[in-house]
């Protein structure tokens, strides 16, 4: 009697064996592959992951047994394969809502002036008639309510989106709204990632052109939950041209290309001292560092600014130089690094707000 065995009776046969590592059958769990029917003789091949392999030759017998029971079959052969398991796609990152571009502040080390910069680029894009919001992550030293000069509850939607405060036109988040001005954060790393995504996802931000995200030093849990969770525009490092600073700038360049973050450029600050008296120029903190580091990584220097008391004694008083002196050269600065920065965005064909 003759049978004309098909690729139904083979994988009806195949459904009653057992992957004992996954507790599922082989043609459920896709391990069947290549099936050849030529007369009695059947062949496939049984693929199996890094996951489910320890059981393998028990498998590959069952499926041969199973198969050669078929009325007709006269002959089985199967090959095996292993394979590495699929990485499990990330989340897809969603835009900040309200947030049309997202730009992070960092730096490879502490006491280089990043916050400074941080909130003077800030102002110096909402000078240019964007609307500007400002992000301070830098859970356990935040600095914003002091340069900013606001120190303010943050209240909350009845959604529990929270709503920043606004100083000189800038909408503003920090942990540091939510302390006593001498009251430490004392958690561990989770609590601090949730906070992070909180201020990322979870704030009533109102139609911002910019959102500058002060960054705390280094490349730690800050740093990537922030380029995991959003779509970041771009990165700004900030150094100084000791060696010091520059190692760990470059650290920072690289972790961000690591993760695919575009780095906008350097801003190489504290880069020179002029004496208010004899207007002698003194390169303090060495020279050269920052375009040293640009042609290395072939990245833009944005620009250098000086280390000067008014840009120090602006962010004591709450009233940052880009306010308190915008036609000093030191605000000038800051507002040619802030036109660069768009000019960047724009060669990298970025969206940008249409200011009128």
């Not at 049309?100 to 003077?120: D, E, F, H, P, R």
């Not at 004392?186 to 009533?204: A, D, N, S, T, Y």
């Not at 690591?258 to 903190?285: A, D, Q, R």
Request: aromatic share 4%.
């Amino acid at each position: 009697m003759s049978h004309n065995i098909t690729e139904e009776m083979v994988f009806a046969a195949l459904r009653g064996v057992i992957d004992p590592d996954q507790g599922k059958d082989l043609v459920t769990l896709r391990m069947i592959r290549d099936l050849k029917i030529d007369g009695g003789r059947v062949s496939f091949k049984i693929v199996f992951t890094g996951t489910a392999c320890s059981h393998k030759k028990e498998a590959e017998t069952n499926a041969i047994n199973a198969v050669a029971s078929i009325p007709g079959v006269s002959e089985v052969s199967v090959e095996t394969e292993v394979e590495a398991p699929k990485a499990k796609a990330m989340p897809a990152k969603a835009p900040i809502p309200g947030v049309k571009q997202t730009i992070a502040v960092a730096s490879g080390k502490g006491g280089v002036g990043k916050s400074t910069v941080a909130v003077n680029l800030a102002l110096a894009l909402a000078k240019s008639g964007a609307k500007v919001g400002l992000l301070d992550t830098d859970i356990y030293g935040p600095s914003l309510p002091l340069m900013m000069g606001i120190h303010e509850p943050i209240q909350a939607t009845p959604e529990e989106k929270l709503i920043p405060l606004n100083k000189f036109g800038i909408q503003l988040i920090s942990v540091g709204f939510m302390l006593d001005e001498e009251t430490p954060l004392i958690w561990r790393g989770p609590l601090v990632m949730q906070l992070i995504k909180q201020f990322l996802i979870g704030v009533e931000w109102k139609d911002l052109d910019y959102l500058v995200i002060d960054l705390p030093p280094g490349t730690g849990d800050v740093q990537l939950t922030l380029v995991q969770t959003i779509p970041l525009t771009g990165a700004v490092v900030v150094t100084t041209p000791q060696d010091v600073a520059l190692i760990d700038a470059r650290r920072a360049i690289k972790m961000f290309s690591e993760v695919k973050v575009p780095v906008l450029g350097i801003i190489e600050n504290m880069s020179y001292f002029v004496c208010p008296h004899c207007n002698e120029k003194s390169e303090i903190f060495s020279h050269g560092g920052g375009q040293k580091t640009s042609d290395r990584y072939h990245v833009p220097l944005l620009g250098k600014i000086p280390l000067d008391m008014a840009i120090r004694e602006g962010g004591d008083a709450g009233i940052p130089i880009v306010e308190a002196d915008p036609s000093s050269a030191h605000a000038q600065a800051f507002m040619s690094i802030s036109e660069a920065v768009v000019s960047i965005l724009i060669a990298n064909r970025v969206s940008i707000p249409d200011l009128g």
